[in-house]
C-alpha cells in the first residue's frame, strides 16, 4: 500500500466541498499527512459568431483577489487542528487545474466532493469531479455532501 504523504483537496466553497476537507483532514490526522487546499476559476469569455467578449484586466483583478481570499479565509478557519495545511490558486479549466496541482505537489490522494447533479443540470455543467476521476494519474476518492447525496 502506497503511504499517503500529501493530500489534495479542491474546493468550491460550498458545504459539499467542506465535508470532503473534513474528511481529508480526518485521513490526514490519521496518517500523518500534508493537505494542500487548492481553488481554480474560470475568466468569463462570451463568444459571438464576430469574436468574443473579455473580461477587463480590472473584473480578472477582482475575480482573482476574491477566490483568494475565500481560500485563505478557509485556510484559516481549519487551522490549528495540528495538520500542515497549504492553499493554491490557479486559473483554469477545474479539473485540469486539479489533475496540474496534483502532479506538481506529487499528491499520493485526491479528495473531491461530489454534488450528485443529475439530469440536464449534470448535462450543462458537467462534473468537477466525473473529469478529475476520468482523467486523473492520481487516486481519487469521492466524498458525498453531509446528507449523503451523490
Given at each position: 500500500?502506497?503511504?499517503l504523504r500529501r493530500i489534495?483537496?479542491?474546493t468550491d466553497?460550498?458545504e459539499?466541498?467542506?465535508?470532503?476537507?473534513?474528511?481529508?483532514?480526518?485521513?490526514?490526522?490519521?496518517?500523518?499527512a500534508?493537505v494542500?487546499l487548492m481553488?481554480?476559476y474560470?475568466?468569463p469569455?462570451?463568444?459571438?459568431?464576430?469574436?468574443?467578449?473579455l473580461?477587463?484586466p480590472?473584473?480578472?483583478?477582482h475575480?482573482a483577489?476574491?477566490?483568494?481570499?475565500?481560500?485563505?479565509?478557509?485556510v484559516?478557519?481549519?487551522?490549528g487542528?495540528?495538520?500542515?495545511?497549504?492553499?493554491?490558486?490557479r486559473?483554469g479549466?477545474?479539473?485540469?487545474?486539479?489533475n496540474a496541482?496534483?502532479?506538481?505537489?506529487?499528491?499520493?490522494?485526491?479528495?473531491?466532493g461530489t454534488?450528485?447533479?443529475k439530469?440536464?443540470?449534470?448535462?450543462?455543467?458537467?462534473?468537477?469531479a466525473?473529469n478529475?476521476?476520468?482523467t486523473?494519474?492520481r487516486?481519487v476518492?469521492?466524498?458525498r455532501?453531509?446528507h449523503?447525496?451523490?
Amino acid at each position: 500500500m502506497t503511504e499517503l504523504r500529501r493530500i489534495l483537496v479542491p474546493t468550491d466553497f460550498t458545504e459539499t466541498s467542506d465535508h470532503a476537507i473534513d474528511w481529508a483532514l480526518g485521513m490526514a490526522a490519521k496518517v500523518g499527512a500534508t493537505v494542500t487546499l487548492m481553488h481554480s476559476y474560470e475568466l468569463p469569455i462570451i463568444g459571438f459568431p464576430d469574436g468574443a467578449i473579455l473580461p477587463t484586466p480590472d473584473i480578472a483583478s477582482h475575480i482573482a483577489d476574491a477566490s483568494r481570499s475565500a481560500l485563505d479565509a478557509t485556510v484559516k478557519r481549519l487551522g490549528g487542528r495540528g495538520i500542515a495545511l497549504e492553499s493554491v490558486l490557479r486559473e483554469g479549466v477545474a479539473y485540469e487545474e486539479i489533475n496540474a496541482v496534483a502532479e506538481s505537489i506529487d499528491a499520493d490522494l485526491i479528495v473531491i466532493g461530489t454534488h450528485g447533479r443529475k439530469g440536464l443540470a449534470r448535462a450543462l455543467l458537467g462534473s468537477v469531479a466525473e473529469n478529475v476521476i476520468r482523467t486523473a494519474s492520481r487516486p481519487v476518492v469521492t466524498i458525498r455532501d453531509k446528507h449523503g447525496h451523490a
